[in-house]
Structure formats: C-alpha cells, structure tokens
C-alpha cells in the first residue's frame, strides 16, 4: 500500500478509514475526490488541507530564525522567487515586502487561503500545485522550499520530479535553496511537544506524538483540543541521507554548492549538525 493511503484523519480520537472522513470532513474528502490522477499520486500531507488547522498555522510557526536565513539570500530587489510549499506565505510576504516578486506555490487550497490575506498577499502570484506539478514559462533567481517541507515528498519520484522543476524554472545564475532535517539526530526523543494556542479568544490545545521511525520514515500524530472538537492528523515524514539527496540532486542537473548544518550558516557537520541545509546551482548554464 502507498505510504501515503495510510494516512488517516481521526477524529475524537478514532481512526476513521478516508471514506467515513467524509461525513465529518467534507472539505478534506472533496479536495481528495475532485483532484486529477496526477495530483492524486502527489497528494499533500492531509493535514495541510484542514481549513481549521491551516488557520492556526501561523500561531505554532510563527516567524523564525529559518526564515530570517531566507529572508537573506535574495539579491537587490526586485529578485525573481519561487517558494515551493509555501504554505500560509509568512516568507513570500516578506520577500514582496522588500519589492521581490514572488510566487508561491502549494497544493493546498486550505494554505494558499490564508497566504493570500497577507499584507502584501496581492502582489504575489499565488499557484495551487505540488511542487512535483509545477509549470511556468518563468525563470527564477532564488527558488527555495522551506519549513522541512522537502521531508513531505516521500518516494524517490517526487523528489526527482521536484528537482527537475526546479532545475527547469531556475535562471543560469540562480541558487535553489531548501532543508531536510539530518537522519544522523535523534528525532524521536524530543519530538513530542505540547503547546496552548489562542485564536480568536479561543484556546487550543495541541501536542505532537511520535510513533514510528523505520527505513527513514517517520509518522506521527498531531492532536488538537479547539472547543468545540477533538481532532488528531497523522503525518509522515522522509529522512533523507546525505548522499541520497546529492545524488539526486546531480541526477537532475544541480550541483551542490554549500550544505549547512545549521541556521546560524556553520557547515555541516554530520554527526552535530541539525539540518541539512542545500545550496545549489545548475551543473551547466
Ligand atoms: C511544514 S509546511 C511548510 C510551509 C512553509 N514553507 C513554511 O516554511 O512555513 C509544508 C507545506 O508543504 C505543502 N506540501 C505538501 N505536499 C507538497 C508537495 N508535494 N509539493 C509542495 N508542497 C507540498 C503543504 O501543503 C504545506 O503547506
């Protein structure tokens, strides 16, 4: 079975199969039923297409030291960026802010609704599209994919189809940037939070649970308290070796230029280093 088929939305704590979801979620099953074949073997992490939990993205990932890296790299505005897994847009925003021009790209409807709303929403281009989907006659300067969102793609041919978007879409000095966590860490203990939200008056509570790490895949629930239900998300996420991603990345005509192993721009160091931060460019012009 696809990896991804296993995942499940519950609610109040029972694990519903996708079609019982419909009757408490109509929202997730329609975006499920109404997608082309092709989107469907890259369907997003459900989770990103709930319209609540979309809504409180923001709050248990606000802005931070990952973005401010980002937020860096671009040249002298007006730079030419693309943002795959742009999610509620906090980056593209800030880009566009500084007179860049920008677009973001997520397959969920549930995400780009609320990236759309941001003060400078308007002057960027937003696409509904997995990053493996994408197509624009565009060029791009700087193209990222941020907040682990590079760990959502989880067989080989996503990953490859989403570096040969990039390399497609990216000008002949322009710099492809993104994040996967370091398989070397141990992830699993230290995984699990517990966090008190407030939106719109409200509180939620939500926690993360670990569950499983095997072959370099881990899944793991997220459990939200809002007043009025319980709901829980299981997701699943890839870590990537080293050498994986190289390799792939070589296969798609990019070479990699430098591999941080922390925000703060120290290199990687394989046994220490959090993440695995890739710079690269295209091997030939
Ligand atoms: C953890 S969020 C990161 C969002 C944003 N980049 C950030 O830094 O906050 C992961 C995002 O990846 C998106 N996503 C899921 N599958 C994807 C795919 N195949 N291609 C591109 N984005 C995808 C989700 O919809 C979600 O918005």
Not at 262 to 285: G, H, K, Y
Request: proline fraction near 5%; glycine fraction near 6%; charged fraction near 25%.
């Amino acid at each position: 079975m696809d990896v991804r088929a296993k995942q499940r939305l519950c609610y109040r704590g029972i694990f519903l199969p996708l079609a019982c979801v419909a009757a408490v979620s109509p929202h997730v099953i329609s975006i499920v039923m109404c997608l082309p074949a092709t989107e469907l073997l890259s369907m997003p992490d459900k989770h990103y297409l709930n319209w609540k939990l979309a809504e409180i993205y923001d709050l248990d990932s606000p802005w931070s030291i990952d973005r401010d890296f980002y937020l860096s790299l671009a040249g002298a505005p007006p730079q030419r960026i693309l943002d795959l897994g742009c999610g509620t847009g906090l980056l593209c925003d800030a880009y566009a802010a500084k007179g860049h021009h920008v677009t973001g790209v997520d397959p969920s409807p549930a995400m780009l609704k609320v990236a759309r709303r941001k003060p400078a929403g308007k002057k960027i281009e937003w696409v509904e599209s997995s990053a493996q989907n994408y197509q624009s006659n565009d060029l791009f300067d700087l193209i990222i994919m941020t907040g682990h969102a590079f760990q959502v793609l989880l067989d080989d041919t996503d990953i490859l189809a989403t570096f040969a978007v990039m390399r497609r879409h990216l000008k002949s000095t322009g710099c492809v940037v993104f994040e996967s966590r370091n398989p070397s860490v141990d992830w699993e203990n230290g995984w699990n939070y517990e966090m008190i939200l407030e939106y719109q008056g409200e509180i939620i509570r939500e926690s993360r649970r670990f569950l499983t790490m095997e072959n370099g895949r881990m899944i793991f629930e997220l459990h939200y308290e809002f007043p009025d239900e319980s709901l829980v998300s299981t997701s699943e996420l890839r870590f990537s070796s080293r050498s994986d991603i190289e390799e792939r990345l070589v296969a798609s005509g990019l070479r990699v230029e430098n591999l941080l192993g922390n925000w703060n721009c120290v290199p990687f160091d394989e046994v220490s280093s959090p993440e695995m931060i890739f710079l690269a460019r295209a091997s030939t012009p």
